[in-house]
């Protein structure tokens, strides 16, 4: 089993995913299991914005709320670990 661990994402899911199918093209393997680890960012609408433990200029909508509504579906199971800057009033449903 492949584990790709990465690590405060703060929202940049696309990218995450993306650069883990470069490297699973590049060097022949497939990733089973995408674990990241703090600041994942959850956030689905600019409401959660209000929400985000974080300074402002932190705040910004990332990849997830793609994810949220199914516009998008990940490529890979990924298991998150919150940080920090999450936007509580909904992290912890996850």
Known sequence: MKI????????????????????????GYQV??????????????????????????????GDFSKYYTGEKVAPILTIIVGGNHEASNYMWEL
């Open 32 to 61: 089973d299991l995408v674990l990241i680890c703090g600041d994942f960012q959850a956030l689905r609408t600019q409401a959660d914005l209000s929400c985000m433990s974080s300074p402002k200029k932190h705040h910004h909508m």
């Open 4 to 27: 790709a661990v990465e690590g405060c994402c703060h929202g940049q899911l696309d990218a995450i995913y993306n650069r883990i199918e470069e490297l699973e093209r590049e060097n």
